[in-house]
């Protein structure tokens, strides 16, 4: 039988041991909470398996691609598939740490108004420097009346359409990670924008 006198370095120790584990868990959250974030380079994006970063005016895309596009936006069921750049800013007291998120909340801001969101559910690592990720996830488009929003993807479309950068919207888009910690995943706060 243990003492009542003999749980309390135990127990002293395994406060001691949990307060630590607990401030490199917060010491992570803040450094890429702070971090900079922007974005490099898309290499390639795919929507419902139809590649529209080289497609600009609607006679890009065949009949079948066309048709498959409008039916998975008609029923806001639409999924992505990019490989894009992003770079991450640390300060120079915490560039060798890296991070892995397990989820990844998302959505693009046009002119301030949510368009699009979704979630990646695959685990990224990230660290100091530019990172190569490899994302899918499912798009969900801002609804107006129930519907999906044509409005917005007209606007989404015009946007990536014209090449001059005139009359473009203001575009934002903003990430929201978990991150697994060695107390468990840990969701940041709040939205973080990532520059392009």
């Not at 003492?3 to 406060?15: D, I, R, S, V």
Request: charged share 20%.
């Amino acid at each position: 039988m243990i003492k009542k006198t003999n749980l309390f370095p135990f127990t002293l120790l395994l406060g001691i041991a949990l307060l630590a584990f607990s401030c490199s868990t917060k010491s992570d959250v803040d450094a890429f909470k702070e971090a900079k974030y922007s974005l490099s380079g898309i290499n390639e994006v795919k929507l419902n398996g139809v590649n529209v970063l080289n497609k600009k005016r609607p006679e890009d895309f065949s009949f079948s691609e066309a048709a498959l596009l409008l039916s998975a936006f008609s029923d806001n069921n639409l999924s992505a598939y990019s490989s894009l750049g992003l770079n991450v800013e640390l300060d120079e007291g915490n560039q060798d740490r890296s991070m892995t998120v397990t989820k990844l909340k998302w959505q693009l801001l046009l002119d301030g108004k949510q368009t699009l969101s979704g979630m990646v559910d695959e685990p990224v690592e990230l660290r100091h420097g530019l990172n190569t990720l490899n994302v899918r996830t499912p798009i969900l488009i801002a609804e107006e009346n129930g519907k999906p929003g044509y409005n917005n993807l007209l606007r989404l479309v015009t946007m990536l359409s014209q090449s001059d950068g005139t009359n473009r919207p203001d575009v934002v888009l903003q990430i929201k990670p978990t991150i697994q910690t060695s107390v468990g995943p840990v969701e940041v706060p709040a939205f973080i924008n990532v520059k392009n």
